[in-house]
C-alpha cells in the first residue's frame, strides 16, 4: 500500500544532542511537509519541499533543518534539542495543484523526548 | 493574520448528533478540510469543501459557506471510536493549510 512511513515512531535524546528524524513515501508525491504538534496544539508548519525546492516558515528556528535527498526521503536535523523541542513531529506529502490534490497524506508521527 | 477558530472541547452520547464548527478568516481560500486525529496518532483525512453546500459522506457531513468563512462538520449515529480531535484547515492563496487547534469530541455511553 501506498504510505508515508516515519522513523522512528519514538524518540528520546537528551538536551543539547542533535537527532535525526526520518520520512520516507511510497506515494511518489512532489511535495513533503514537517510539522510539529504540541499537545492540544494544532499543527505547526516548519518547511516544506516543492520537489527538491526547500520553503522554510519565517519563525521556524535556526536549530531546525531539513534535507530531501530525493523524492521519496525527507530528513528533520534538530541540531541543538532544547526541553520546548519535546513534541510530535509530523511528516505529509501532497501533490502539486490545487483543488483536492492538496489533501495532505501523514505519517504516524514522530514522538519527541528530550531528557 | 489568519486565524481559524473551532471550540476546543465538545461532549455528546453515544447514538447521537453532534455538528463541529469552524470559522475562518485567511488569505485566500483554496478550499477547506476536515481531519481526524486520535491521540497521540497523526491527522487522517475526512472531508474536503471548496464550493458552497454540504457534502455527504457516510455518518460524517462537511458544510461550507464561503461568504460567512464558516464550516461544519456533523458527525451522526455517534460510535465510541468516534471519540477523537477534529481539525478545521484552510488552504490559503499559496495552497499552505492554515491548521485550526482543533475540537476534542468525548462520546458518553
Known amino acids: 500500500d501506498a504510505m508515508v512511513i516515519q522513523n522512528p515512531r519514538y524518540q528520546v535524546t537528551q538536551f543539547g544532542k542533535p537527532v535525526t528524524l526520518s520520512c520516507s513515501q511510497t506515494?511518489?508525491?512532489?511535495?513533503m511537509y514537517w510539522y510539529q504538534q504540541k499537545s492540544s496544539q494544532a499543527p505547526k508548519l516548519l518547511f516544506h519541499?516543492?520537489?527538491?525546492?526547500?520553503?522554510n516558515e519565517a519563525d521556524t528556528p535556526d536549530n531546525f533543518q531539513s534535507r530531501r535527498p530525493n523524492t521519496s526521503f525527507c530528513f528533520l536535523d534538530i541540531r541543538s534539542p532544547g526541553l520546548g523541542d519535546a513534541a510530535m513531529y509530523l511528516c505529509?506529502?501532497?501533490?502539486?495543484?490545487?483543488?483536492?490534490?492538496?489533501?495532505?497524506?501523514f505519517g504516524p508521527g514522530t514522538r519527541l523526548t528530550v531528557l | 493574520g489568519q486565524n481559524i477558530d473551532q471550540p476546543t472541547e465538545m461532549t455528546a452520547t453515544e447514538g447521537a448528533i453532534v455538528q463541529i464548527n469552524c470559522t475562518y478568516q485567511?488569505?485566500?481560500?483554496?478550499?477547506l478540510f476536515w481531519y481526524q486525529q486520535h491521540a497521540g496518532e497523526a491527522p487522517t483525512f475526512l472531508s474536503y469543501?471548496?464550493l458552497d453546500g454540504l457534502e455527504e459522506k457516510g455518518r460524517f457531513s462537511s458544510f461550507l459557506s464561503r461568504s460567512k468563512g464558516y464550516s461544519y462538520l456533523l458527525l451522526k449515529e455517534l460510535q465510541m471510536k468516534d471519540s477523537a480531535s477534529y481539525l478545521c484547515?484552510?488552504?490559503?492563496?499559496?495552497?499552505?493549510?492554515?491548521w485550526g487547534a482543533g475540537t476534542k469530541l468525548i462520546i458518553k455511553p
Open positions: 505529509a506529502t501532497s501533490m502539486q495543484g490545487g483543488g483536492s490534490y492538496n489533501e495532505q497524506f
Open positions: 506515494l511518489n508525491h512532489n511535495v
Open positions: 519541499y516543492y520537489d527538491k525546492d526547500f520553503n
Open positions: 485567511t488569505s485566500g481560500f483554496n478550499g
Open positions: 469543501n471548496v
Open positions: 484547515a484552510v488552504a490559503d492563496s499559496n495552497y499552505q493549510l492554515i
